[in-house]
Structure formats: C-alpha cells, structure tokens
C-alpha cells in the first residue's frame, strides 16, 4: 500500500468531493489503532481511528466582510499554506490554550494570507473564550491517543470509532455527535449494529466529551460539514456506497422527527416502530422545509448512500435519548433487519 500524506485536498469545490475522496486512499497514512488490524475486522469489530499528529502556530484575526464569516460560529479561514494541510471543507482543531479549543471547518482559502493566519469572526472566537484575536496552535480534529470511552471521557477528547469489513454496503449506522455532544446517539448506534449480528452493517461513530461542559460547542460538526478528509474512519467507508444509512442525533425539542432523503415509505416503516417503542410521544416524518430535516444532500447520512437516496436522519428529543434510547435503537434494528 502506498503511502500518502494523511490529509487530501478534498478539492476545489466546497461540497463535492465527499463520496469520491475515500476512493484509493484507504487507510494509507493513519495510525491504525485498537488491537485488531483492520484487515482482520468484521462488523462487530470496533476500532478507534488515530490521525498523525499535526500541530502548526497560527495568529487568528477577523475575517474580511466580505468572506461571509462575521456571523459564522463554526467556520474559518486559512492560508494556502495551512490549506496543503487542512484543505477546504476539513475539520480542524483550533487551541488557544489548554483550555480553550473547539472544531472549526475550514469554509475558505485567503492565498494572499501571510502563511500563518488563520481567520474567524467574533462568534466563532468565543467558541475558544475569547471576543479578540490570539495565537493559537492547528491540530486535526480528532484525538491522536487511543482511548478507551472512559479514558476519553476523563480527558475531556474527542474520537472516532469504525466497525466494517470491506465488503459491507447494505447500512451504515452513523452517530457524528456521540459522547455529550448529543447523548445517547453513540449507544445507539452501538445497540443496532449488536443486535444485526453477522449482516451487511458498518458503524461509524464519533463522540465527544468535555470536563466542564459545553460538548456542543467544542465539538459539534453540522451533518452537512462533516469531511472524511478530517475523519479516517469515515473515510475508508466514504466511497462504499452503501444502499442505505441511519444516522441518530439529538435535538431539544421533544419527541422524534424522522428525516433524510429515504423513501417515504421506508420512514413511515421506521415512524411506526418507533412510535410503538416510546408510547405517546411524538413521532413525526420531517416537513419538507424542516431545517433539521435530514434532507440536504451534503448530509452526510444521504451522501454515503449510494445515489444519494437512502438515507434516515433521526432527531431524538433529551426524554427520549434518556429513558428510550435504547427501545429507538432495537425499532430501527427491527426495521432493518427486513432489510440487509
Ligand atoms: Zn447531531
């Protein structure tokens, strides 16, 4: 296998790429992590992923006005140079201090930068404590330590875990906010692929966790930014083209909303196992212009599906991921079960 610099460009345009960029780079260039190589792997094998280390001094200041980023919590800016590393529409690490440091995606290149700078507004500044511009230090999103869930938890990181064989494409099980980012969705996650021993099921999880709270703001990437140049894992799987996706997720509204790009009638398959599984709580398929709908296509739960068309977005309300994570979790396994 060659050997490849871990990060790609993932090219030019902002959205494309996504679906192509896993093709031919593999697992080439990452620390393969856990105790099981990952040509051994079968579903039920769950492994980290650990991306090389990269760690590069920069100064953040404001972006200009008309970068569109003011107002943009969860975006930045980079140097050409920065972007060899970190391309557009990656993820990154920012850290100002020990304390301070969150996930920004990388939404525009300034080849005109001096080749340190890295540029964000106000909104996003705060994110890492501070209305002002500082130095601070790039490194990739994810933890370069294996961990153990706990180990993860204690340090406060964030990691990401896979488990696939490479002839899987029948489901892919997606929780991108696991951890305390939006709790429960990993363990659920989990719950489908265990109870779909031996079928065409891959798991692809990332979770999230702080010490002092405030998970979301440190980790949370929008389903439609999430990069497989910034996520190994989800990289070696970004190509497969799997017939269809499931992603949990977490929302504060009550109830359950389900979405994606899935066919109607596979949603109402899955509305109707859920509603059995929590009693009276709401259980609705997402209105056409439900901003949380699931539906766009940079969704990252639609473009891993093959064509694009069979992915379900499931947005879970805090009563429902606390007392019936779990009934959610087997429904969905229940409906897929049918399935692959
Ligand atoms: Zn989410």
Redesign the pocket.
């Given at each position: 296998m060659k050997h490849e610099t871990f990060i790609r460009l993932p090219g030019t345009t902002h959205h494309i790429s996504r679906r192509e960029f896993g093709a031919g780079l593999g697992i080439a260039g990452f620390a393969l992590a856990a105790g099981i190589p990952h040509n051994q792997a079968q579903a039920a094998s769950e492994i980290q992923m650990v991306p090389i280390p990269v760690s590069i001094s920069v100064s953040v200041t404001s972006p200009y006005e008309y970068q569109g980023l003011n107002d943009d919590p969860w975006s930045c800016s980079v140097s050409g140079a920065i972007a060899n590393v970190f391309g557009l529409g990656s993820q990154v690490r920012v850290r100002r201090n020990i304390d301070n440091f969150a996930i920004y995606t990388v939404a525009d290149v300034r080849y005109q930068d001096p080749v340190n700078r890295v540029r964000m507004g106000s909104a996003a500044r705060q994110r890492v404590g501070t209305p002002n511009v500082f130095s601070a230090t790039l490194h990739t999103a994810l933890a370069t330590k294996l961990m153990s869930d706990t180990q993860a938890k204690n340090a406060g990181e964030f990691v990401e875990r896979i488990a696939d064989a490479p002839h899987h494409h029948g489901l892919a099980v997606l929780a991108?906010?696991g951890g305390v980012?939006?709790v429960k969705?990993d363990l659920q996650a989990r719950w489908v692929m265990d109870a779909l021993p031996n079928a065409d099921v891959s798991c692809w999880i990332c979770s999230g966790w702080t010490s002092e709270g405030g998970a979301h703001a440190r980790w949370?990437v929008a389903?439609t930014e999430i990069h497989p140049a910034s996520f190994p894992g989800l990289a070696t799987i970004a190509d497969r083209g799997f017939a269809y996706a499931v992603?949990f997720?977490?929302m504060n509204a009550a109830g359950v909303r389900i979405g994606g790009s899935a066919p109607d009638e596979l949603k109402e398959m899955l509305r109707q196992a859920i509603q059995s599984a929590v009693g009276g709580y709401s259980v609705e398929l997402a209105a056409d212009d439900d901003p949380n709908g699931g539906t766009s296509p940079d969704n990252i739960v639609n473009w891993i599906t093959a064509g694009g068309g069979g992915g379900v977005h499931i947005?879970q309300g805090p009563l429902i991921r606390s007392k019936y994570w779990f009934a959610v979790a087997q429904a969905v396994a229940d409906v897929f079960r049918g399935l692959v």
């Open positions: 991108p906010h980012i939006e969705t949370h389903s992603a997720h977490g947005e």
